[in-house]
């Protein structure tokens, strides 16, 4: 059975830093490309950041030079370390873990940021 865990998420203030991290297990971690999204409301799911199982990565352009995703195959956790956070980054976070054919989901962790 494949789940992926996500924590970390909380509210924070504007230019604050959260850490967000996802624990999967029932997969092969080290294979997947694993990724962070984000769904505000009223609005589609949208990639934040993914990485390779080789370690390259990928962000949104909303997201660069603020936001790092990184990975411990060996404790099989993905993280998002976000910086300099802003009210636009309010959403509820989801891992996921995609290879070829195969794509799982986490039930979402809950990130906002007010004053």
């Known amino acids: 059975q494949v789940q992926l865990v996500e924590s970390g998420g909380g509210l924070v203030q504007p230019g604050g830093s959260l850490r967000l991290s996802c624990a999967a297990s029932g997969i092969t971690f080290s294979l997947y490309t694993m990724g962070w999204y984000r769904q505000a409301p009223g609005k589609q799911r949208e990639l934040v950041a993914s990485?390779?199982?080789?370690?390259?990565?990928n962000y949104a352009d909303s997201v660069k030079g603020r936001f790092t995703i990184s990975r411990d195959n060996a404790k099989k956790t993905v993280f998002l370390q976000m910086n300099s956070l802003k009210p636009e980054d309010t959403a509820v976070y989801f891992c996921n873990a995609d290879r070829q054919q195969f794509g799982y989901w986490g039930q979402g962790t809950q990130v906002t940021v007010s004053s």
């Open positions: 990485i390779i199982s080789g370690g390259s990565t």
